[in-house]
């Protein structure tokens, strides 16, 4: 699949693998790059196709807080209308709500932190793991949280990890 992200149309190439049978990898080449993994996941459907629109889906839900909505170039594995169809679907605001919910019952150690630190951690909606929070550097942005696996990063400060490593950075900046 190639698509034109960031604000400058930038053309980046995906490409998957299935791992020994266990999981799925897309990876993406960006001006010929070497490929650089972007999302993995465990096979959960019962075809491929299924696997690769899961992630195309959370990879673009991810990301498009950041770099805006992909638009297509080319693609082979399924339709040009199934692209498109996984960007409304992530705009569609009826869910928002559901997804806002189900993350208010996952509260995680990283969750927990965040509201320990006065960051005001909030579920974006966009699905139940998904969140944002004030950064702890005091500016004036947000950090992105997954429950997923209780990460999160900083696109403004270029600081992600676990944990360890925000409870690390926090300690640092006082």
């Known amino acids: 699949m190639t698509t034109y992200e960031t604000l400058f149309d930038e053309e980046f190439d995906y490409f998957y693998r299935i791992t020994d049978g266990t999981y799925f990898q897309l990876a993406f080449s960006y001006h010929n790059s070497e490929l650089e993994i972007r999302v993995q996941y465990k096979l959960q459907f019962d075809t491929k196709k299924e696997d690769i629109i899961y992630a195309v889906h959370q990879l673009i839900e991810a990301n498009h807080l950041f770099i805006g909505y992909p ?24 869910t928002i709500e559901k997804e806002k919910e189900k993350a208010k019952q996952k509260t995680t150690p990283l969750i927990s932190f965040l509201e320990q630190q006065q960051l005001h951690p909030k579920p974006t909606g966009f699905n139940e793991d998904s969140w944002t929070a004030g950064c702890p550097s005091g500016g004036n942005h947000f950090i992105m949280v997954t429950t997923l696996k209780d990460e999160w ?7 992600k990890g676990t944990i360890l490593d925000l409870k690390k950075w926090v300690k640092e900046l006082e």
């Open 153 to 159: 990063g900083c696109g403004y400060c270029r600081k």
């Open 71 to 94: 638009t297509l170039k080319d693609i082979v594995i399924f339709t040009q209308q199934e692209f498109y169809k996984i960007i409304s679907d992530i705009k569609v605001p009826k």
